[in-house]
C-alpha cells in the first residue's frame, strides 16, 4: 500500500516538510512547490528550488562516464582546433559542450557541508581537465605554430571574471522559476555556462597546446596558470557563498 501526500505550499515551508521526513521510511516525492493559494502576500516573485533538487541536480552532471568524457574530448578538440587557427566559430562550437557544473557542485558541498558532493566536484573537474589538455596536444598534430588566438585574461581581471560569473551561475542554479510556454528565449543559464566556459576552458587548451609547440619567452606561462587557478577557485567560491546567501541547506542531501 502506497500513501500519497500532496502540499501545496511555498519554497521554504517546502524546504523544511522535506526536511524534516527525510529520515522517515518511506519514499518521498517532491514535486515543484506552488505559492500559497490562501495567502497572496507569500506568493514568491523568483520561486528557489529546493536545495535537495539543485544537488541531485548537480550530483548526475558531476557524474563522469565514458560517453561525456568522449564528449568533452571531441569539444575540447574543436576548442584548440579554433583557437590555434583563430577558427572563432569553431572554438564556439566547441565551448558550447564543455562542462562547468564541477565547480558548482563543489561550491554547494562546501556551502551545505556536504563532503561527499565537494569530492565528487573536485575530482570531476581535475579528470574533465585531462580530456581538454590531451585533445588540444592531440591537435598539434594537424595544425603549426604559433597559436592564433591568445587573447587570455591577465590574474586580476581573471579573478574578476570569474567572481562576477560564478554569482550570476549559483543564482541560476537556484531559480525554480518556470519557463514560460509561449515564449521561445534561449535560457539564460545556458548563456552563462558558455561565459564560464569562454573564460576558463581556453586556459588548459592553451597549455596542452603549448606542451608540443614549446613555451616562448613572452608566453608568461606561470601567468596564465596563475590566472587560471585563480579564476577556478574564486568561480567556486562565489557560487559557495551565493548558495549559502539563498538559504541552500544540507539537512535532507546530507542524510541521504
Given amino acids: 500500500m502506497l500513501d500519497v501526500v500532496e502540499v501545496e505550499s511555498t519554497v521554504p515551508q517546502a524546504e523544511r516538510f522535506v526536511c524534516n521526513l527525510v529520515e522517515a521510511p518511506f519514499t ?52 584548440a582546433y579554433g583557437i590555434g587557427e583563430d577558427f572563432l566559430a569553431l572554438t564556439v562550437v566547441g565551448l558550447l559542450f564543455l562542462p562547468y557544473h564541477h565547480m558548482l557542485a563543489a561550491g554547494l558541498g562546501a556551502a551545505i557541508r ?34 592564433g588566438w591568445q587573447e587570455l585574461s591577465a590574474p586580476l581581471l581573471g579573478l574578476a571574471f570569474a567572481t562576477v560569473l560564478g554569482l550570476a551561475a549559483g543564482h541560476s542554479a537556484t531559480d525554480g ?43 608568461k606561462g606561470l601567468a596564465r596558470l596563475l590566472s587560471f587557478v585563480t579564476s577556478v577557485s574564486s568561480f567556486t567560491t562565489a557560487t559557495g557563498v551565493t548558495f549559502a546567501v539563498m538559504s541552500m541547506r544540507g539537512n535532507g542531501t546530507r542524510c541521504t
Fill in 114 to 147: 556536504e563532503w561527499h558532493l565537494l569530492a565528487q566536484g573536485l575530482v570531476s573537474m581535475l579528470l574533465s581537465t585531462a580530456p581538454i589538455v590531451l585533445a588540444a596536444v592531440s591537435v598539434t598534430l594537424c595544425t603549426e605554430p604559433p597559436i
Fill in 177 to 219: 522559476e518556470r519557463k514560460r510556454r509561449l515564449v521561445r528565449l534561449p535560457s539564460w543559464r545556458k548563456l552563462i555556462g558558455l561565459a564560464v566556459t569562454a573564460h576558463l576552458a581556453v586556459y588548459p587548451v592553451w597549455f596542452g597546446l603549448k606542451l608540443i609547440f614549446g613555451f616562448d619567452d613572452g608566453d
Fill in 28 to 79: 518521498i516525492l517532491c514535486c515543484s512547490p506552488l505559492p500559497s493559494a490562501t495567502d497572496p502576500s507569500k506568493v514568491e516573485k523568483r520561486p528557489v528550488k529546493l536545495a535537495s533538487d539543485v544537488y541531485e541536480e548537480l550530483w548526475q552532471f558531476t557524474t563522469l562516464t565514458s560517453n561525456r568524457m568522449g564528449r568533452f574530448f571531441l569539444s575540447a578538440a574543436l576548442l
